[in-house]
């Protein structure tokens, strides 16, 4: 079975620092382009981030620009999100999330495969 497992989120102070790591496993990893979605309390599931399998790809959501970075160890199949500067707007819980096409990542529904989610707090 295909598993995406996140990992890495906690409380910080704003201006802080975290990051998040996303193991995959039971599918080629090197099919499908990798991404973060969030999703506060009360609110819709936002786009964070995507990256291709050949990180000349990469999408940012306006609001994270400057601040995140994702990347991706294809050796090792993981994706990771470095999120600094980080806000209170940055509270909620991270999904990790795989699909074989970048587009799918703007859209923010119908993906291949989600993981679990890891709750990130950014105290003010």
């Known amino acids: 079975q295909v598993q995406l497992v996140e990992s890495g989120g906690g409380l910080v102070q704003a201006g802080g620092s975290l990051k998040l790591s996303c193991v995959v496993s039971?599918?080629?990893?090197?099919?499908?382009?990798m991404g973060w979605f969030r999703q506060a309390p009360g609110k819709d599931r936002e786009f964070v981030a995507a990256i291709s399998w050949s990180p000349s790809n990469i999408n940012y959501a306006d609001s994270v620009k400057g601040r995140f970075t994702i990347s991706r160890d294809n050796a090792k199949n993981t994706v990771a999100l470095q999120m600094n500067s980080l806000e209170p707007e940055d509270t909620a819980v991270y999904y990790c999330a795989a699909d074989r096409y970048m587009v799918t990542f703007r859209r923010g529904s119908g993906l291949e495969y989600w993981g679990q989610g890891t709750q990130v707090t950014v105290a003010s």
């Open positions: 039971g599918l080629t990893f090197s099919g499908y382009s």
